[in-house]
Every structure is written in C-alpha cells, then in structure tokens.
C-alpha cells in the first residue's frame, strides 16, 4: 500500500522558516512527479508546487521567491523549503505523488504562522 509520510509542520512566526519532507513508500520515486498543496478550512486544495522527474519546477505566484521544492532521488524524499513565511500561509499542506496512471496524497502536515 502506497504511504505518502510527511513531517516538519509545526508553529512559525511570521517572517519564519519551515522545511517539509515527504517520502513515499511502494512507489518508483524517481519516476513520479512530486508536488506539494495546502488546504485551508471551506477552501479547495489549492496547488503550491510541483517538480517533475527531471527537475522541472512549477509554483503558485503567491509562493513564489519565498518557497523552494526540490527532490533527492536517492533519499527518496520531496522538500518544501518555506521561507519569508507569512499569516496567510497557514494551512494544512499535503504532499502528492502522481505517475500517467495515478496520484496518491499524504495524510497532510499542520503548518500555523502566527505571532
């Protein structure tokens, strides 16, 4: 069974740092893309960023300059390195796997920017 494990959530203050990983289990990681969203109560998951399995990037303009993905191949693991956090980044923040065929989603990691 496929498992998506995430960590490194936790409470920042604003202007804070905060890096997430995920590693997959029972996949061929360097084949998927990777890709990290975030949720907010009574909102849709919303895309954060993506990187293929070349390397190639894609993020929302609001995270932009401030949020780094990238992937280590032989750790099997996606980053999210968060910086410049703001207020309205908090959310909860899910990790994705995705081949042609399917995507799988991590059980979500709590990140609250807050003062």
């Known amino acids: 069974q496929v498992q998506l494990v995430e960590s490194g959530g936790g409470l920042v203050q604003p202007g804070g740092s905060l890096r997430l990983s995920c590693t997959p289990s029972?996949?061929?990681?360097?084949?998927?893309?990777m890709g990290w969203y975030r949720q907010t109560p009574g909102k849709q998951r919303e895309l954060v960023s993506t990187?293929?399995?070349?390397?190639?990037?894609n993020s929302a303009d609001s995270v932009k300059g401030r949020f780094t993905i990238s992937r280590d191949n032989t750790k099997n693991t996606v980053y999210l390195q968060m910086n410049s956090l703001k207020p309205e980044d908090t959310a909860v923040y899910y990790c994705?796997?995705?081949?042609?065929?399917?995507?799988?989603w991590g059980q979500g990691t709590q990140v609250t920017v807050s003062s």
């Open positions: 990187i293929t399995s070349g390397g190639r990037t």
């Open positions: 029972e996949i061929t990681f360097s084949f998927y893309l």
């Open positions: 994705y796997a995705a081949n042609y065929r399917t995507g799988y």
